[in-house]
C-alpha cells in the first residue's frame, strides 16, 4: 500500500481508505468491547464517564494496553507502526492509546491542536481508527491546514497557534480556518499529526461513533508511554475529574465538551 508521505507533510494528515481488512476490523470490535466491558466491573485501564440526556455514559477508555493481546498486537506491532515510520522516517514507539465511545448524545470536542496535552516531547503523530461510520450527523472529526502548510514541514518543524487559557485555539483564529470534515468508514485510517488543528460536534445520530485515537513519537527520543500516564493520574487525582464542574476533564487541556455525570 502507497503511503504519501509527501502529502502528509504538506497538509499534516493523511487517510488511507480501506487499509485494514474486514476480518481484522471485527476483531478489534470485540476487543473494544472488552475494554469497554472493564469500565462497568472495576477493570484494568483508565476509564472516563460523561452525562447525556440518555444517562451517563462510558465516554473514554486508555491505558489498556498490557492487558490485552489482540489489541496490543495491533497497535504496537501492525500496519499502523509501519506507516508511521515511513511518516517519521524511522521507528517509533507508542505514546498513548485511547478509545473515544462517542454515544448518542455524546459531547464533541473544541477546536485545538493535541500537543499542549502531549508532554514531554514536541512532535507525535496520532492515528485515528473508526469502528463505526464517522459522519457528520455522528460528530466526524474536522481538520484544518496546519499553520505552516505548504512548507512541506518535517517532524518536529510545526507551529503552534495562539490558545485562550482552556488550551483551545484561540476563537479569533479558529473562526478563519479553512474547515474539512473527515467522512470515515471502518477499514479507513486518518493520520494527523500533533499540529493539526480539529474539533469535532456532538454525535447526533442514534448510534456510537466509536473510535480508537493512537499516538507514537520517533524511537530516538525516548520512551514516555508509562510516564504520561503517571502524570495525567496525578494531575487528576490533583485537580479533580470536571472542569467548574462543567464539563469532564479527559485530557490535560480542556478541550472536551461533555458534560459531568450527574452524581
Not at 15 to 22: H, K, L, N, T
Not at 154 to 167: F, I, N, Y
Not at 194 to 200: C, G, K, L, R, V
Request: aromatic share 10%; with cysteine.
Amino acid at each position: 500500500m502507497k503511503i504519501d508521505v509527501a502529502a502528509f507533510r504538506e497538509q499534516g494528515w493523511l487517510v488511507m481508505r480501506g487499509a485494514i481488512e474486514p476480518s481484522e476490523v471485527a476483531a478489534i470490535d470485540a476487543a473494544v468491547c472488552d475494554v469497554a466491558g472493564w469500565a462497568d466491573t472495576d477493570g484494568p485501564g483508565l476509564h472516563h464517564f460523561e452525562q447525556t440526556d440518555a444517562g451517563a455514559v462510558l465516554a473514554r477508555s486508555e491505558d489498556f494496553i498490557e492487558h490485552h493481546n489482540v489489541l496490543r498486537a495491533f497497535i504496537c506491532d501492525g500496519l499502523i507502526s509501519r506507516v508511521l515510520g515511513e511518516l517519521f522516517g524511522e521507528p517509533v514507539l507508542l505514546f498513548k492509546e485511547k478509545i473515544n465511545y462517542k454515544h448518542p448524545g455524546g459531547g464533541g470536542f473544541a477546536p485545538h491542536q493535541d500537543a499542549p496535552a502531549y508532554r514531554f516531547i514536541d512532535h507525535h503523530i496520532s492515528c485515528m481508527v473508526p469502528l463505526d461510520p464517522a459522519t457528520e450527523q455522528s460528530g466526524c472529526l474536522y481538520v484544518a491546514p496546519a499553520p505552516d502548510a505548504g512548507t512541506t514541514r518535517s517532524p518536529g518543524r510545526a507551529s503552534m497557534m495562539a490558545t485562550d487559557a482552556r488550551g483551545r485555539i484561540d476563537e479569533s483564529l479558529s473562526a478563519g480556518l479553512d474547515w474539512r470534515p473527515v467522512l470515515l468508514n471502518p477499514g479507513d485510517l486518518l493520520f494527523f499529526d500533533s499540529y493539526t488543528p480539529h474539533y469535532s460536534d456532538t454525535n447526533r445520530s442514534d448510534r456510537p461513533r466509536r473510535a480508537a485515537y493512537l499516538t507514537y513519537n520517533a524511537a530516538s527520543r525516548g520512551d514516555f508511554r508509562n510516564r504520561y500516564y503517571a502524570d495525567k493520574r496525578a494531575a487528576f487525582a490533583v485537580d479533580g475529574e470536571d472542569f467548574d464542574g462543567a464539563r469532564v476533564r479527559i485530557s490535560i487541556i480542556d478541550d472536551f465538551l461533555g458534560r459531568p455525570v450527574q452524581r
